[in-house]
């Protein structure tokens, strides 16, 4: 029985798509995206996940956090710091409350998420 789950559950992975068609490299990608963030922003209210930050201009350390609104930031819901610098940055980590991105000063990111 623990074989059939299993197999069941990698198919399952095959099936949503998340290894690229003959390459066998994992890919992990949100199916929604905010691109061009700049300003403090409700990215998603309620449960999700976020998969991706891309950080496109540099600027201060910004931030994303597991709350509904952007009153309810605080360092307790803290997901994590988007570094300063230009890159992706990978997560998969899920939320709860709803998922908000606080950049820094100058900062400008696209977020994948689910």
């Known amino acids: 029985m623990r074989r059939l789950l299993g197999a069941l559950t990698l198919l399952a992975f095959l099936g ?7 390459s066998g490299d994992l890919v992990i990608q949100g199916n929604q995206a905010l691109n061009g963030v700049s300003a403090s922003t409700v990215v ?3 449960v999700g ?3 991706r930050v891309n950080v ?6 910004g931030a994303i956090y ?3 609104s952007i009153a ?4 307790t819901n803290l997901i ?3 570094p300063a610098t ?9 939320f709860l409350s709803g998922l908000v991105y606080v950049p820094g000063s100058l900062q400008v990111v696209s977020i994948s998420y689910n």
């Open 16 to 22: 949503s798509g998340a290894l690229a068609a003959g």
């Open 44 to 46: 998603k209210v309620g």
């Open 49 to 51: 996940r976020v998969v």
């Open 56 to 61: 496109t201009t540099a600027g201060a350390v």
């Open 66 to 68: 597991d709350s509904a």
């Open 72 to 75: 309810g930031v605080a360092s």
């Open 80 to 82: 994590a710091d988007i």
């Open 86 to 94: 230009v890159g992706t940055y990978f997560f998969d980590w899920p």
